[in-house]
């Protein structure tokens, strides 16, 4: 299989899922077919775990898994809860194994070299960054998985859509947050229980700020995923549908042709998901064949599910949040734009 995967089970509870994937995939037929996982554990003993469940669910399927002696890469978000998160960081240490969180837009070939540029210290002195998240969600979309949109499964456009390139913003911008102001809203998607549209203003600990825009209320379909870096000796702008296209780059230092640059660095990848899964995985199985951590850790996946949920907070509450935060959680926010 691609990236040396032998895959031995899928597990769904509705079946008629893992006849579509094996279909789809053209996985053999030697695939086992579990609708518990825990069975599943038990007798495969698998040496790695997608989850890919209700986002509610992760948390207490990666404790299972972990316990298991199971590695993991944990879909978007790593957990709806920072205890959980925690939890999930904590028995991972003690079981030795090795978990990721899937944000696969760190491993766009645009966002690569950005990283470089910001590992190089390129920039000069990092001022502020911006991301945003415009894109649609229609009806369809929740009622075809009705645990979308609701605080004990999911969030809302923060948590599930934009969390990416929340994640990518507070990694490029230096990791350590002083404070967030956000405010949330729910303005046309009176079918949900959580927010379509977050705002936020975030300032770091390094001295530089950052700007959220997050939403699924665009008309009439996905517009675009930027992603902005600002420092006093460089501009950079990643753009396209999902921050897969280098838009600007211009540094003071002169290193690189700024049109070689945008023409290599870009892909056009026909969803939002992009391409990143494929060299995520791989980083993941090459983490557990050589013991190292793998690129995008269960602590990375904290800390963008720390930053939404200060989000969520300082949206509630009606002022400022300081970091780090503790035991803050989706179910925190219940009833919140209950109509």
């Excluded at 599943?40 to 890919?52: D, N």
């Amino acid at each position: 299989m691609e990236n040396e995967l032998d895959i031995v089970a899928l597990c769904d509870v509705v079946p008629e899922n893992i006849d579509d994937k094996i279909s789809k995939f053209n996985l053999p037929d030697t695939v086992a077919k579990y609708t518990d996982y825990k069975e599943m554990l038990e007798k495969e003993k698998p040496e790695l775990i997608a989850i890919c469940t209700e986002s509610g669910n992760h948390a207490s399927i990666a404790l299972d898994c972990i316990e298991a002696d199971a590695n993991l890469i944990i879909e978007k978000p790593i957990a709806l809860s920072l205890e959980d998160a925690d939890q999930i960081i904590a028995k991972a240490k003690e079981k030795n194994v090795k978990v990721s969180a899937c944000h696969q837009n760190r491993f766009n070939k645009s966002i690569l070299k950005i990283r470089e540029a910001v590992e190089q210290e390129r920039f000069g002195r990092l001022l502020h960054g911006t991301a945003h998240i415009r894109w649609n969600r229609g009806e369809d979309y929740y009622t075809q998985a009705p645990w979308r949109g609701t605080w004990k499964q999911d969030g809302g456009a923060l948590m599930n859509q934009c969390i990416h390139n929340i994640d990518l913003l507070r990694w490029m911008m230096g990791d350590e947050i002083v404070e967030v102001v956000g405010m949330t809203d729910n303005l046309k998607h009176g079918f949900i229980e959580a927010e379509d549209l977050g705002l936020a203003l975030i300032k770091f600990a390094n001295g530089s700020y950052g700007v959220v825009e997050g939403t699924t209320n665009i008309f009439p379909q996905n517009l675009e995923e930027t992603l902005y870096i600002f420092g006093d000796k460089g501009t950079v702008k990643a753009g396209g549908k999902s921050v897969n296209i280098i838009e600007e780059w211009l540094f003071a230092d002169n290193l690189d042709n700024a049109e070689e640059v945008k023409e290599t660095y870009q892909e056009n990848p026909p969803t939002v998901y992009g391409f990143g899964h494929n060299p995520l995985y791989a980083d993941v199985i090459d983490a557990i064949k050589n013991d190292r951590e793998p690129y995008v850790t269960a602590e990375d996946g904290r800390r963008a599910l720390e930053l939404v949920l200060a989000i969520y907070k300082s949206a509630a509450e009606g002022k400022s949040v300081k970091l780090p935060l503790e035991r803050t959680s989706t179910l925190d926010f219940q009833g919140r734009f209950d109509r």
